[in-house]
């Protein structure tokens, strides 16, 4: 798949206000400072796309890009990120959550890992959550560029075990740097096969 067109569209504070337009959508979600919005300007060869930080919470908003004048990449706010206040928490949780539930159409949600951690208990909550409720996702792990190939066949390995104590089948997965470009073609023929499947 080659990105022709990357365009920033709207920020929206909940998903009614998000583009009418009902082309294939997908939806980066994952702790705060995994790299969510990383991964979209990386995705994109555009760099400065998707607004990233050092510091996490820096995505507060559901924001959408339109990709090729076809499809949309969705940057959403992290979880999970012990500074904000409780509050907050909630709002954003509520956003994520009705965003997710209500948006027609969303294709798929990209979950990310950081590849360096072990397992964390919200991140199995929540694919468990969008399992019940027949959300279809795959897990993009981050940050491989941290590791050795090495430690990272080691830490999917253990992450795989992980699932499968709960989960009866893998979903897909994708190993990914934003600053390698490792993962790159791998996620978008991805995105390039369902967009094919949904036009049929
Ligand atoms: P929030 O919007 O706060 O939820 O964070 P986010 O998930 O969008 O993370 P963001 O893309 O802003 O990246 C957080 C930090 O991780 C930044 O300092 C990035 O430069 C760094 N980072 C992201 N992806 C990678 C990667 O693949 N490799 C390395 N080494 N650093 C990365
Ligand atoms: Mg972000």
């Not at 994952?30 to 555009?46: D, P």
């Not at 990120?81 to 294709?107: F, P």
Request: proline letters at 4%; one cysteine or more.
């Amino acid at each position: 798949m080659i990105i022709k067109t990357a365009k920033f569209l709207i920020s929206a504070s909940d998903y009614k206000k998000c583009p009418k337009n009902p082309l294939p959508e997908y939806a980066f979600i994952g702790r705060s400072n995994v790299g969510k919005s990383s991964l979209i300007n990386m995705l994109t060869n555009y760099s400065h796309l998707a607004k990233t930080s050092g510091k996490p919470g820096k995505t507060q908003t559901i924001n959408h890009f339109l990709i090729n004048d076809a499809w949309y990449l969705v940057d959403l706010p992290g979880y999970g990120y012990a500074k904000t206040s409780k509050t907050k928490k909630v709002e954003l949780g509520n956003i994520i959550e009705e965003y997710l539930m209500y948006r027609e159409n969303l294709s798929c949600v990209f979950v990310l890992i950081d590849i360096r951690h072990e397992a964390l208990y919200n991140d199995l909550q929540f694919m468990e959550w969008l399992g019940e409720n027949e959300i279809p996702f795959v897990i993009i792990f981050t940050k491989a560029d941290k590791l050795s190939q090495n430690q990272v066949n080691i830490a999917i390995e253990k992450y795989k075990a992980t699932l499968l104590e709960t989960w009866e089948e893998l979903p897909p997965y994708f190993i990914t740097s934003s600053e390698t470009k490792q993962g790159r073609e791998a996620v978008l023929d991805f995105i390039g096969k369902t967009n094919e499947e949904i036009s049929k």
